[in-house]
Every structure is written in C-alpha cells, then in structure tokens.
C-alpha cells in the first residue's frame, strides 16, 4: 500500500489507543480490591493487576501509543505495549469487553508492520505491509462470526437491538425502515463486510459501507468504550489508496514536513532540553496518580536512549523529545477535557469504603475533593469519613460544604445531626434533623431522627 495510507492510519490508529488507554483509567480501582481476582486464563489468577499496577500500566500503553503515532520507536514501543495491553486483558475477567481480545491480536500482528517513514518515501511510495491484510483478515473473521452470533430468533425479531438502541437514532429507525427490519439489515451487512474487508478490489465498497455501520453504533451510545471509533480508525486502511495519495501529494506541496524535519533532525540539546522540561510540566499538571513519578522516569529513560542514538550516529533527539512532550501533553489534555481523574478518586473511595479500609477512603476522597471541590458528594464522603477518624472539626466543615452544595438533600444534614447528638450536643442536633426533615420531607431517616431527638 501506499506511505500516505500508511502514515495516516498510524496517526489515527495509535492516537485512538492512546486515548482509549487513557480513557480505561476509570476502572483501575476496581483491580485488586478485596484482594480477589479472577484471570480470562487460569494461569493468571495470581498474577492480575492491581490498582496501582492498573494505573502505570495504562499511563505507559497511553505514552507508548502516542510516541508510536509520532513514528518514534515502533519497533520497541509496539511489542512492549501489545504486552502490556494484553496482560491487563487476560489478566482479570473484570475486563468483560471481548473487543478489546481482537484489539490484542491487531497488536500483535502490527508489531510486524513497517510503521516507520522508509528513506526518501513519498505520498505514492509503494509499502509492503503484509501483517496489515492479516489484521483486515481477522476483522473479516469477527464480522462473520458477529453475523453468525445474530441468527437467533431474539435477534431475527428486532428485541435484542431495540434494547440497546435509543435515542435519535431509535426515532429514525422507527420513522423509516423499523427496529425488525434495521435488525435483519444487520446480518448481511456484516457478512458483506466480511467478504469485503481484506480484498483491494473490493475496497471501494467495503470502505463506506463498513464506517457507515460504524457510525451508526456510535450513534446509538452503546457503552463499548472506543471500539467503534477504533474499527472506523482501522477503514482508513480501507480507503482506496488513490484518496490517500491525492491527499498526500497536496501536504507534499506545502512542503510542512520537511521543514519539521529539518528543524529537529539536527543533535538540538537545547531543544531536547526544553521538551523534557515542558513534558515534566505537564505532568506535574496532570491529575492521574503516578504521572509526575512515572514522566520522571521516563524523561530519564529517554534521556539514555538520547545519549545511545549520538552514539549510534542517528542524532535526531530533539524528534525523540518532541514524540515524549506530545505524549506527556495528551496525557494532560484528556485528564482537564474529562472527568477521569475525578472518576478514578471517585470509584477508589468508594471501592474501600466497602470493603471497609476506612484509611485508603479517606486518602481517596480527601483526592476527589480538591479535584472537584463543587462536588457535595465528595465532601459529604469525605465529611463522614474524618468524623469517623475522630477529626470533628474537619468533618463538620466538609458537611456543611456538602450542605451548601446540596441544600435540596438531607444525607449531609442527617450525618451531622447525628454526630452532634452522639457528641452530646442534643438541641444542636435537633435543630441540624429538623433542616434535613424541611428540605427534603420524603428522607424517612431525617423524620425518625427529628421524632428520636424530640424525645
């Protein structure tokens, strides 16, 4: 295939699994609590990742696939993160997503594709990718057993589909062709699909056909992570090569990527230099846990293969510093564009508080408040959780931010009616229960404390 589809799909593929990998970083406080893990193979029940574990783990392949996306270190980068991806994946049955197992053997068989720029290749130069036809092969293979999977009677009668699609998209349906019919549609476009995929000659009807179908799965807001913007990333392979060409020989003309080139093809220490320090800033920034430790680490580790690649007579590290920032950077992007970083402190306080380490909560929700100090949940935890520890005075004054938060809703009320009462404060407490009673009349907690302390 052609060095523009080539370069193109890289960006998006690996762009989209830096993204993706990120986005997972919600879940890791599910990994190892209660000390209990299951493996999608018996021999990894012990060796499952852990919360911490979860995290790097995540935070690497996040930085891996940014730097491959960049055309830095493939070679390296892709096996090592296909390994790390594959091990959070059979490594514990709380991933039940099957896609991300296809998503393991793309890995695998993209470790064999020369992602990086050949010496002198223009948007037309000609590629041998092999591994590339095996990976739309084994697409064809899940589109064909998807298509398989679906001829049951629950299917064939639209129920199944009418249960995950709502929205815009279920009004259209029903409006137009109907839920049993869009669900009989389904079957032979997936095996379509599957004939289509992996042969070029059909390649300009498998191409709108397929991110057509994809987009329509975005469309109906089925919880599967990135999955179907990885499948509509992966058509970019699809695409005849003539449009990714035409489209190259344009940037050609401009002529943008060798002035890049030519800025940071050059030993620049000072360059390498300013992208480290700018890299460590954005992860002294960032809000996931570990990524100033872990950005130290890496900014060292980046500093060796620096010093190794001068030595080997392929000075270009100002191009490994730039990969290194841009990587650092998305880090920092997506944790300010998202809730993640909330949601992580959120899920592992939670997570604890059940399991009963009152210790790792507090840790945990004294994290969550100063990173959404408007959320009442947040403080009202974290208000209950210090007047466990015997710190009244802090405990208190998170409730009654809760409270100002979340003046419709009784809980903060209630806790701290019920810790003055316990603390002796008996006409304080009755007049906090008589407030959670006002706002909220429904809270039956609120009005059985009012008639107990009336007593």
């Known amino acids: 295939m052609s060095w523009s589809k080539l370069a193109l799909g890289r960006v998006v593929l690996f762009s989209l699994l830096a993204l993706d990998a990120?986005?997972?970083?919600?879940?890791?406080?599910?990994?190892?609590?209660?000390?209990?893990?299951?493996?999608q193979l018996p021999l990894l029940d012990s060796l499952g990742p852990s919360r911490v574990a979860y995290t790097i783990a995540e935070l690497v392949n996040a930085y891996l696939f940014a730097t491959i996306a960049c055309g830095v270190a493939s070679r390296f980068a892709l096996p090592l993160a296909a390994a790390i991806y594959s091990w959070l994946y059979f490594g514990s049955q709380l991933d039940s997503y099957q896609h991300h197992y296809l998503v393991a053997l793309v890995l695998w068989l993209a470790c064999f594709v020369p992602w990086q720029r050949p010496e002198g290749a223009t948007a037309a130069t000609p590629v041998r990718a092999w591994a590339l036809r095996l990976i739309l092969f084994q697409l064809a293979i899940m589109y064909l057993w998807a298509a398989i999977s679906k001829m049951t009677p629950a299917w064939w009668d639209g129920s199944t589909l009418a249960r995950q699609v709502t929205g815009p998209l279920r009004s259209v349906i029903d409006s137009t062709v109907g839920i049993r019919t869009a669900s009989r549609l389904v079957i032979p476009t997936e095996l379509a699909l599957a004939c289509t995929v992996w042969l070029r000659p059909a390649w300009r009807f498998a191409a709108p056909l397929g991110i057509a179908f994809h987009l329509g799965i975005v469309a109906t807001g089925l919880e599967i992570g990135l999955f179907a913007w990885l499948m509509i990333g992966v058509y970019v392979f699809v695409v005849p090569d003539a449009i990714w060409i035409a489209i190259g020989r344009v940037v050609e003309?401009?002529?943008?990527?060798?002035?890049?080139?030519?800025?940071?093809?050059?030993?620049?220490?000072?360059?390498?230099?300013?992208?480290?320090?700018?890299?460590?800033?954005?992860?002294?920034?960032c809000r996931f846990p570990y990524a100033l430790a872990l950005a130290l680490v890496l900014a060292v580790a980046l500093a060796v293969?620096?010093?190794?690649?001068?030595?080997?007579?392929?000075?270009?590290?100002?191009?490994?510093?730039?990969?290194?920032?841009?990587?650092?950077?998305?880090?920092?992007?997506?944790?300010?564009?998202?809730?993640?970083?909330?949601?992580?402190y959120r899920f592992w306080g939670a997570s604890e508080r059940r399991f009963g380490d009152a210790d790792a909560a507090l840790t945990a929700y004294s994290h969550l408040v100063a990173i959404t100090p408007d959320d009442p949940g947040a403080h009202y935890q974290l208000g209950r959780l210090l007047l466990a520890h015997d710190r009244g005075d802090e405990g208190l004054a998170e409730l009654a931010a809760s409270e100002q938060l979340d003046p419709a809703h009784a809980r903060a009320f209630v806790a701290e009616a019920t810790w003055l009462a316990d603390h002796g404060r008996r006409d304080d407490a009755l007049a906090k229960a008589r407030v959670a009673a006002r706002v909220e009349p429904g809270d039956a907690e609120a009005r059985a404390l009012v008639e107990a302390l009336r007593k």
Do not use: E, K
């Open 253 to 285: 003309s401009l002529q943008l990527g060798a002035a890049v080139r030519a800025v940071f093809a050059r030993p620049g220490w000072v360059v390498f230099a300013i992208a480290v320090a700018l890299s460590i800033a954005c992860a002294a920034a």
């Open 305 to 344: 293969r620096a010093v190794l690649a001068i030595r080997r007579g392929t000075p270009a590290i100002a191009t490994l510093a730039a990969a290194h920032l841009v990587a650092l950077a998305a880090w920092l992007a997506v944790d300010r564009a998202s809730t993640l970083a909330g949601d992580y």
């Open 22 to 39: 990120l986005m997972q970083l919600r879940h890791a406080p599910r990994y190892g609590a209660g000390g209990f893990n299951v493996g």
